[in-house]
């Protein structure tokens, strides 16, 4: 690889690499050590082609997800079957990963700036801006962006725009699907709000059992499906839809933080 390559957006190839080897290093004791990942369906990423993939997932901390999901998705390219067990597959990352982020987020500080150089898509959100709802028009080169990165490689979204859960889907993420037609791979993750703070910056617990499941590609007719129909699509995949909350009542989501454990007594099929 010469020593300049860009990428579409101008990023210099060998630096991104060295951003993802040092924060890899640095992450992965959060899923190994602190807390324990657990990981279903490595074996479905090691099926995609190498462009043209768009992940969408349920959203829980500003940062630790993604992060979480670079390691899962080099680990899986480098052959390890539903395990990050030994880093060394952070050597040589997979560099057109992409993740679509809040402008705003990505440049909070030094640190989100660095993280924005890994392979974010910076966004403008037309609903939410500084903390206070807006309503403002969606920007072209937002989602011409969004396009050049599914061109190009893999992207990572969260199509319900917040960590928030059970929030409705933006229909922008339908939109996009229908426009650059895409394999759709749902991912659905857990543990993470409780491990770590919003910002998924800070571990706020040690010894959660973390989640994180990949599915298989959705079925998905870019020509006939109207977009209310992906948008429904999309909440039941990433388990988003309101009739999941009759599994977990929106009274047990308001006090995660007080019933940890219970919640992770649920999960224990994990170690079986």
Known sequence: MPLFKRNPFGHILFLKKMIIRIFGLISHGRYRKFNNLQIEGSDILRSLPDRNVLFISNHQTYFADVAAMFHVFNAALSGRDDS???????????????FVAAGETMKSGLLPKIFAYAGSVSIDRTWRSA???????VKNSDISNIGKAIKDGWVITFPQGTTTPFKPIRRGTAHIIKTYKPIVVPIVIDGFRRSFDKKGLNIKKRNVLQSMVIKEPLDIDYENDEVADIVTKIE??????????????????????KEEEELNNKRKFWNS
């Open 84 to 98: 990050i067990k030994n880093v060394g597959y952070i050597w040589n990352p997979k560099l057109n990963i992409y």
């Open 131 to 137: 903390g206070k709802n807006v309503n403002r028009q």
């Open 236 to 257: 039941y995949a990433i388990e988003q839809h309101p009739s999941f909350l009759k599994v977990l009542s929106v009274k047990e989501l308001e006090k995660l933080t």
